[in-house]
């Protein structure tokens, strides 16, 4: 797994190529760091110089280069560590922006959040960044948007409708920084120190775009298991990691209860070559794991090697999608060496019929910040 620093403007297109090819072996721990909350108590709590109701007769129209609208703004105390006026408006045509302003004291960053799926909602999820002092103290200003439409997992909102497509690819996420920069800086009447992006899955999707497209929005982008090659991913990726384990008689040859002995074995081989064993593979693409190396000997309880049919099951997934003819059908790797104990997303515990193999990359995220590194040892 991958420790993310906190990138400034000039790395971020660097993060971003970085983001995109270690996909789900990533972790984020940077925003909990003591260096984090060293600079965080380094700025001073600001109070609001403005009522939090007056929020939605701001014109922010100008900044945004198109009509904003509001809808409501109140104080919300309850179920929070501090409390915070809640503004909720629509940036024309059709995306709905959620903000959160500390009303107790705001230490001056702000932390835009992803959305996961196809969105449809605003709702502020910090994911990875949720541990980070700042956000837990409810102190950070923070915002969201629901991309452009609402409901509509199914995706039938893009039919026909470009403007909807736009604002989901890209439009929505900048918009919604802008507005809310405009509106954070108004509402304390102080500029914004620190500004943050941090989204999982199709947020990850949106980090890399913001990366791409608006580099300037944020002072740093967490881009966390980013889905950003939809096509691939919903069809060759996802289908590969059910097909490529299944025998001739669509059983699962491997299952997850060998996970573990996997990960020790690719760590045993790989977490020195960064110089550091910690439990943490900094750069997968240098590892050269080989599964073969743990097929059982002779005599060898099997609990603690794999057969040679589960050892070829490890490099199929661990490799990607292939045709008939051993082309790739994927720009990387499917599954980078060091990400074995989250292949429980789709290697089963025990026999289940393929076609009821479900998974989903949302649960990758979910699964991040219950896991931080070990702590480093000399190597
Ligand atoms: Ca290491």
Redesign the pocket.
Known sequence: MHRFPIFGPRAVRRLALTAALVLTTVSLSALNTATAQAESSDLKALPPAMDCADVTELDVDRAAGTKVTWQSAAVVTTGTAAPYCEVRGTIAPASTIVLRLPVNGWTQRYVQTGCGGLCGSANINFTQASTCPPVRDGTVASATTDMGHQGQPDGSWALANPQAQIDFAYRSVHLTSVVAKAVITRFYHHKIAYSYFTGCSDGGREALMEAQRFPDDFDGIAAGAPANNMAVQNTYHHAWNVVANLDADGKYILLAGKLPLIHTAV?AT?????????????DPRRCAFDPSSIVCRDGQDPSGCLSKAEANVVRRLHDGATDAKGRRLEPAVGHEWGSELEWTLFVPAAQVSASRARTSPSRTCATWPSRA?RT?TS?
Not at 270 to 282: E, L, S, T
């Open positions: 760590l790989c977490d020195a070559i960064d110089g550091v064993k910690d439990g943490v593979i900094d590194p480093p190597s």
